[in-house]
């Protein structure tokens, strides 16, 4: 079966994530994920009829806490350490072009 993630996938991928593989990179983390896409097939196989599903499996976990008004959020605190600000806005470089 041929594999899911090939070298153009992964070019692309890193190209969007702005990582730059070289050859020897891409080949090594081709093996890793094929072993990885592997493993999730291996455990799609399992029978897994008879388990109940469960949200977690701690019972005591609060999953969701109470929206609260909050008065200072240190927005500005964030804004200084941001590279760059327009308009009261962070400005981040494109993702695609």
């Given amino acids: 079966m041929a594999s899911i993630i ?7 991928i890193s ?3 702005r990582i730059d593989l070289q050859e020897k990179e891409m080949d090594k983390l081709l093996g890793d994920l094929q072993k990885i ?7 799609q196989e399992l029978d897994t ?7 977690s499996l701690r ?6 806490r ?9 927005q500005s605190k964030g804004k200084s350490s ?6 009261n ?7 695609f072009e």
Wanted: hydrophobic fraction near 35%.
């Fill in 82 to 87: 941001f590279p760059e600000v327009e308009n």
């Fill in 37 to 43: 896409l592997d493993y999730f097939k291996e455990l």
């Fill in 6 to 12: 090939n070298k153009k996938t992964l070019q692309h």
């Fill in 49 to 55: 009829s008879k388990v109940k599903e469960e949200l």
């Fill in 15 to 17: 190209e969007l994530a």
């Fill in 66 to 74: 109470n929206d609260t008004e909050r008065e200072n959020t240190n």
């Fill in 89 to 95: 806005h962070l400005v981040i470089p494109p993702v």
């Fill in 59 to 64: 019972t005591d976990l609060k999953l969701f």
